[in-house]
Nanobody, 120 residues
């Protein structure tokens, strides 16, 4: 029911900012919790940040707290991850993820990912 497409990755110097964006299809975007995950080469996919449907609750992995901010615009069907003070350890493919639970079943959808490379 939801299609996701990430954009905004690229090469950035350590310490700099970068914003990645995710465009979502669907009529019920505000009903989905949205997440950002990332995956570095040879590593497991890692949770980074989450935001509730209304945008009033957020959660972050400890390693990005104070540096990254997740936000959403339910009119535009967009979710964003603003990344500041980037470190080489942040280099990964970043994935947008939508999820919700209803009637005893769960739904989740993934974007294709966008590469973020931090140089030092």
């Amino acid at each position: 029911q939801v299609q996701l497409a990430e954009v905004g990755g690229g090469l950035v110097q350590a310490g700099g900012p970068l914003r990645v964006s995710c465009a979502a299809s669907g009529r019920t975007f505000s009903g989905y919790t949205m997440d950002w995950f990332r995956q570095a080469p040879g590593k497991e996919r890692e949770f980074v940040a989450a935001i509730s449907g209304s945008g009033d609750f957020t959660r972050y992995v400890d390693s990005v707290k104070g540096r990254f901010t997740i936000s959403r615009d339910n009119v535009k069907n967009m979710v964003y991850l603003q990344m500041n003070s980037l470190k080489s350890e942040d280099t990964a493919v970043y994935y947008c993820h939508a999820r919700r639970a209803a009637a005893g079943t769960s739904y989740d959808y993934w974007g294709q990912g966008t590469q973020v490379t931090v140089s030092s």
